[in-house]
Each structure stands twice: as C-alpha cells, then as structure tokens.
C-alpha cells in the first residue's frame, strides 16, 4: 500500500468511544442482577471492543464469536459462516453485540438471530461503522460510532487480508497503482 488517507482520527475514535462507553452504561446500569455480556465479532471488532469495555461502568463479561462473509476480498459475499461461537450462556441476559462495520447486514442480522436462539433478556448491537451505501438487511445498530461513506476502509481492527489492523485511525484503503 503506497498511502491511505485517514477517515476517522485516533482522537475522534477515543472520543466516540468514551460517549458510547457511557451511553451504554447509563442504559443497562440497572436492567439486570446479572453482569452484561459483551460478545465481540472476530475479528474485526477486537480492538474496539477492548476500548469499548473500558469505558463502559456496568459489571460486564466478554465472549467471543467469529463470522465470516468477505473470504479473501474487498465486497461481501453475503453467505456469512460461523467459524466459533460463545462459551458464555447467555439466557436471561443483557447482551451486546459489538461489530467493526455494518455494512450490507448479512453478518450482524444472521449474528443476532443465532444469539436470539439462546433466549437472551435483551440484544443491543454496537458497531464502530455503519456504511449504509452497501445495506442490504436493515439493522438496529443500538450503539454507533460512525456512519461513513462507501469506502474499503482499514484500521483500526478492520483489515484487507488479515493485514494492516495495527493502523490506528480508520483509514480508506487506497491500493498501489
């Protein structure tokens, strides 16, 4: 990659996420005995869920599933496999479901349907971007960061190939010519 230009700052990101972090602490500060659980999507969303734990102030604990729908590529394929699910039982609980990007829907809509077969009390879904140029499936995202443009971004947790997650602002990925 010969550049890239930064769409989203480190210090708008940490921002975003610290009104978020409170925003979903005011919200789920009492609706439950039971601690939050926080799963995030693998493995984009990594990054932004460690952020985002921080700052949320409700006893919380974190699983992990992983989907897929891009393969190798820069468009979804909109056949979303799951590659691992959660460990956590989720019954009767508060559950927050956090995604880099949402884009066309697939992912996130066949994630909370999977998650709602557990009988949660409650889903929420947190995304740090939501790119609504390539929606597909309409989605409540409950906790959003961004909305963007209809960019192949990177950084951040989200990748091209498993590489350039270190980055970190959301950058648009501008491949060498």
């Known amino acids: 990659m010969s550049g890239y230009k930064v769409l989203i700052s480190e210090q708008q990101i940490q921002k975003r ?23 995030g999507v693998l493995k984009g969303s990594f990054i932004f869920l460690a952020d985002l734990v921080r700052k949320i102030s409700t006893p919380l604990e974190i699983d992990f599933v992983e989907a897929s729908s891009y393969g190798a590529g820069t468009t979804s394929s909109g056949e979303v496999k799951l590659t691992r699910d959660i460990k956590i039982p989720i019954a009767g609980r508060d559950v927050i479901l956090v995604e880099d990007i949402v884009d066309t829907g697939h992912t996130i809509s066949f994630l909370t ?19 609504p140029a390539r929606q597909i499936k309409e989605v409540k995202i409950d906790f959003l960061g961004f909305t963007i443009d209809d960019y192949f971004v990177i950084g951040y947790g989200l990748d091209l190939n498993n590489k350039f997650r270190e980055i970190k602002e959301v950058v648009i990925y501008e491949p060498s010519k």
């Open 17 to 39: 996420i610290a009104e978020l972090g409170a925003e979903i602490s005011q919200k789920l500060k009492s609706s439950s005995d039971k601690p939050l659980v926080v799963i």
């Open 113 to 131: 349907q999977h998650l709602a077969a557990h009988k949660p009390r409650s889903i929420s879904v947190a995304s740090l971007l939501f790119k």
